[in-house]
């Protein structure tokens, strides 16, 4: 189960690309749903993020409590999460793409409120509820963008 949760946790090992590891796993989410995803109805893309998220709460939860930190940069099944929302539902054009990926790590890092709040939550849920609200931040900021283009 250790071995699992650092697999779950880290992407696959996508968390140990030494620059900007959560940068790296929300581009390779893109690229994911550019080429697999997209054509998938929102009952599927909304099934593969309550799963991405009902899995990432207990694996970054073990997995950071084995390296003894709160929220150890490794761990990028939140970035995957989050980038996921963002995503869910836009055009696969490149400029969607783009603004999602962009809207998504701007949220992520400055953590506007609430979701800065949010990380101070027990556990995975703090690891995760914060990046899953920086998705939805993202994804209302570029539908609305959609609406008015």
């Known amino acids: 189960m250790k071995k699992l949760a650092g697999i779950i946790a880290t992407l696959f090992g996508t968390g140990f690309f030494?620059?900007?590891?959560?940068?790296?796993?929300?581009?390779a989410v893109v690229?994911?749903?550019?080429?697999?995803?997209?054509?998938?109805?929102?009952?599927?893309?909304?099934?593969?993020?309550?799963v991405c998220f009902a899995v990432g709460v207990p694996a970054s939860a073990r997995y950071a409590s084995d390296l003894g930190q709160k929220d150890p940069r490794t761990i990028v099944v939140?970035?995957?999460?989050?980038?996921l929302v963002a995503l869910f539902l836009i055009p696969a054009d490149r400029t969607?793409?783009?603004?999602?990926?962009?809207?998504?790590?701007?949220f992520d890092v400055i953590k506007p409120w609430p979701v800065g709040k949010l990380e101070d939550l027990p556990g995975g849920w703090g690891i995760m509820a914060d990046d899953l609200a920086a998705g939805f931040l993202a994804r209302l900021v570029l539908q609305i963008y959609l609406f008015l283009r």
């Open 96 to 106: 969607s793409l783009l603004l999602a990926f962009m809207i998504f790590r701007l």
């Open 78 to 83: 939140d970035e995957a999460c989050g980038q």
């Open 31 to 50: 690229l994911i749903f550019r080429f697999f995803l997209w054509p998938l109805s929102w009952l599927w893309l909304a099934a593969i993020i309550l």
């Open 18 to 27: 030494p620059l900007a590891p959560g940068t790296a796993a929300s581009l």
